[in-house]
């Protein structure tokens, strides 16, 4: 049996319409504080929680719309409804024990489709003479597929079919202290309690408390304190059935001794035992997950016993599913240790009647998570209701190579998710390059929450069709590759076609001179000639208003290397930097007739290699710009673009906003205004 989904209306933070979120064996809730993530937990206790007063709907369970009085409100409704599938049919589980349970009360969409319930608790709010109100709710069983449901589609639901789906809810901060006592609801009571206790086990313990009893009783002090307190109580009481008070120093029947377990850590290197509230926090933290990962265990052997010892020696009932909701399972717990926790999860997750809910903050977390497992609070600004959102990528089976390249760098960049503006760009150049501009213009990336995310432009479309379903602002820089292979006009080709596919209507895309490019034409874009310049510019223009951006005329090291030639060779050492065949270094070459041809020859090979064997022969570049290629494939082919730009950084410290190339200050300006809006 699994959870399969969960729709909540007018809960808390959730509002008038519908939110459903669907849910796998582990799934990850991310998104920034007060978005809506312990509010989808906290309405699953409600219908399935352990104690009754984590089960009760109150006042401010029901949400007020923000252009809303409460004073103005004189009744509301909300609903939480679950769905349930069992997956145990499918594998001819004959040994399930959730079917019998819910059979009769099973739903099929139509024929050869899953079998599933519908599990749906409703409440209603109504002004009265009591100051918080009139509340009436239920939990019903909906017997109809269908979205319209009226009283005919509800049966009552007995609660012992609800205590069949318990919520083992972790709290953010974790107090493992409070889950050692055993009182009603906690870990360790169920576990205790649930223990077969034999009747030779029950009498012992009576024998030896009444044993240590009589031992304290023989102390002379204890004596004259046991008279004193009779004496004395005498005085202000005559009830014979009270009339004596008794000192007692142990417990005599098992359930008060139980009330008084502790756990102990040793060895130490003090003379006694460590206490649980004596840890560290992170120590308390782990300890706390470890208590769960006990109780499932003693579940599962519970399960999987056919009679046996194990089974004899507990009373405990598994349920049919058991959902752990784990709040920000990072709190208090170093870095290192994330991925063994997650593993542990994973694990739990995996058994046959488990299910596990994971809410986080942090990147180490989330990278751990499968992307189709996460799912993205946010609070919509229009109706400040909470929206949810999965993360979309490419069809695994059709785009394989897309999926795996879209994945992985999802969970190389998870701050993406936290990030309120996104910078797509190619790669480390961009990341570095980028990253100095906006702090040349003032602005602090980390205090902005931007997140520059290199992620190359082979498969931008889909990181655009991912962050538009996140709803999260975003800003791309590609390199325009001119004469390289599919540079140049293919790459303007591309980028109208997933423009339109996956951002902007095609009549919101305007062409040149109001002329619309028809069908024909655009298909015939990527073997337009490379030396229109000027047409190919116009085009850029048109797709920066649509916060697309191009590095020109090739990509982002070009251009700074066409802004900053001089000062990228004053970082290198006197015996660095391209040299002919004679050895003649290039930035010390004077030419004249006899090295004119070797030069020449350095530059069309250097061209060959910076446009690559299937590009162009440079014919679009001016003269200048193809003695460049000599330092671009020197500095960025062979020497390292990170390093390069880094060196420049480190050395020149006085560069400023307006002495680099224009197609970027164009785009980070973009960026600033973006930050504003």
Not at 126 to 146: A, F, L, R, W
Not at 627 to 656: C, Q
């Amino acid at each position: 049996m699994k959870l399969t989904k969960i729709i909540i209306k007018n809960y808390r933070c959730f509002g008038p319409n519908p939110t459903t979120i669907e849910f796998d064996n582990l799934t990850g809730f991310i998104g920034h504080n007060s978005s809506g993530k312990t509010a989808a937990l906290t309405a699953l206790i409600k219908l399935f929680g352990e104690k009754a007063s984590e089960r009760i709907i109150e006042k401010s369970d029901f949400h007020i719309p923000e252009d809303s009085s409460p004073d103005n409100i004189d009744n509301h409704n909300l609903y939480i409804e679950t769905q349930f599938e069992f997956p145990e049919l499918e594998n001819n589980n004959n040994t399930s024990v959730s079917v019998p349970i819910y059979f009769n009360n099973m739903l099929v969409k139509a024929p050869g489709k899953k079998l599933y319930i519908r599990i749906r608790l409703e409440a209603s709010w109504e002004k009265s003479s009591n100051p918080e109100g009139s509340i009436d709710s239920n939990i019903y069983y909906i017997t109809s597929d269908s979205e319209d449901i009226n009283t005919d589609n509800k049966r009552n639901i007995k609660r012992y079919d609800l205590d069949q789906i318990k919520v083992i809810y972790v709290p953010a901060i974790r107090k493992p202290n409070e889950q050692l006592r055993n009182v009603s609801g906690t870990i360790i009571s169920r576990l205790l309690n649930g223990i077969n206790w034999s009747d030779i086990t029950k009498k012992e313990i009576e024998k030896i408390a009444t044993d240590t009893e009589n031992i304290f009783s023989k102390e002379q002090g204890v004596k004259i304190l046991q008279e004193a307190l009779i004496n004395k109580w005498g005085e202000y009481h005559k009830d014979f059935r009270y009339s004596v008070p008794k000192i007692n120093f142990n417990s005599s029947d098992l359930a008060t001794l139980l009330k008084k377990v502790d756990i102990t850590f040793s060895p130490t290197k003090i003379y006694r035992n460590y206490r649980i509230e004596e840890l560290g926090d992170g120590l308390r933290s782990l300890f706390y997950l470890s208590l769960v990962n006990t109780f499932l265990e003693i579940e599962e052997h519970i399960l999987l016993s056919d009679n046996d010892t194990k089974q004899n020696s507990f009373s405990l009932i598994p349920p049919a599913l058991t959902i752990v909701a784990i709040e920000e399972p990072e709190n208090h717990i170093s870095p290192h240790l994330l991925g063994r926790v997650i593993e542990n999860l994973n694990n739990i997750s995996k058994k046959e009647n488990t299910q596990v809910i994971i809410t986080s903050h942090s990147p180490s977390i989330i990278k751990r998570i499968e992307p189709t497992n996460i799912r993205f609070f946010r609070v919509n600004k229009e109706s400040s209701c909470t929206s949810i959102n999965s993360i979309s990528l490419p069809d695994s089976e059709k785009e394989t190579m897309q999926f795996k390249f879209i994945k992985e760098a999802v969970l190389s960049h998870p701050e993406l998710y936290f990030s309120k503006l996104i910078v797509l760009g190619e790669g480390e150049s961009e990341e570095i390059i980028i990253k100095k501009m906006i702090e040349l213009k003032g602005v602090s990336i980390d205090s902005s929450e931007i997140s520059i995310v290199p992620l190359g432009g082979k498969h931008v479309n889909h990181f655009w069709r991912l962050l538009n379903n996140l709803q999260i602002p975003y800003i791309t820089l590609l390199d325009l590759d001119r004469e390289r292979n599919g540079g140049g006009w293919g790459r303007i080709q591309y980028v109208r076609k997933q423009l339109i596919k996956y951002i902007r209507d095609e009549n919101s895309l305007p062409c040149i001179n109001g002329k619309k490019i028809n069908d024909s034409e655009f298909n015939k874009m990527h073997n337009w000639e490379s030396s229109e310049i000027q047409k190919m510019k116009t085009w850029i223009n048109l797709f920066e208003k649509n916060d697309v951006y191009f590095s020109s005329p090739l990509d982002i090291d070009f251009s700074m290397l066409k802004c900053f030639k001089n000062e990228y060779i004053s970082t290198l050492e006197k015996r660095e930097g391209p040299k002919l065949k004679n050895s003649i270094p290039i930035k010390e070459l004077k030419i004249n007739e006899t090295e004119e041809e070797a030069y020449q020859l350095r530059i069309n090979s250097d061209i060959r290699l910076t446009l690559k064997s299937e590009g162009g022969d440079g014919s679009t570049y001016t003269k200048e710009e193809k003695e460049l290629m000599i330092w671009y494939a020197y500095f960025f082919l062979s020497r390292g673009k990170p390093t390069t730009h880094l060196s420049l950084f480190s050395v020149k410290s006085d560069l400023n906003f307006e002495s680099f190339p224009k197609c970027l200050k164009n785009f980070v300006n973009r960026i600033i205004e973006k930050m504003g809006e």
